[in-house]
């Protein structure tokens, strides 16, 4: 099992900067990407970015250039840095680490989200 915190959310202008932190715990074994998605109101939830572990990322097209992912292994921690944000970045932000035995997936685990407002 693994347990998923994530933290740094809140309301910020448009402009402004947050950083989102997601705690991992539990057994990280064969955990081999570590992604953020988000999900606005009446709208599916999509990917924002993913770290592999062996640190290979990939962003949304709508984030890249301004959002960042990345990863303290020691803290089993992974974060999104998001700068110039804007209205439509408003969403909750899950925090999301996938098992995986030879390409397979086996399981994916989810933390509860966090809401991130970009508004005057």
């Known amino acids: 099992q693994v347990q998923l915190a994530e933290s740094g959310g809140g309301l910020v202008q448009p402009g402004g900067s947050l950083r989102l932190s997601c705690a991992a715990s539990g057994s990280m074994s064969s955990i081999s990407v570590m992604s953020w998605y988000r999900q606005a109101p009446g709208k599916q939830r999509e990917l924002v970015a993913a770290i592999t572990s062996g640190g290979t990322t990939n962003y949304a097209d709508s984030v890249k250039g301004r959002f960042t992912i990345s990863r303290d292994s020691a803290k089993s921690t992974v974060y999104l840095q998001m700068n110039s944000l804007k209205p439509e970045d408003t969403a909750r932000y899950y925090c999301?680490?996938?098992?995986?035995?030879?390409?397979?997936?086996?399981?994916?685990?989810w933390g509860q989200g966090i809401q991130v407002t970009v508004s005057l």
């Open positions: 999301n680490a996938r098992r995986t035995l030879d390409g397979v997936t086996i399981r994916d685990y």
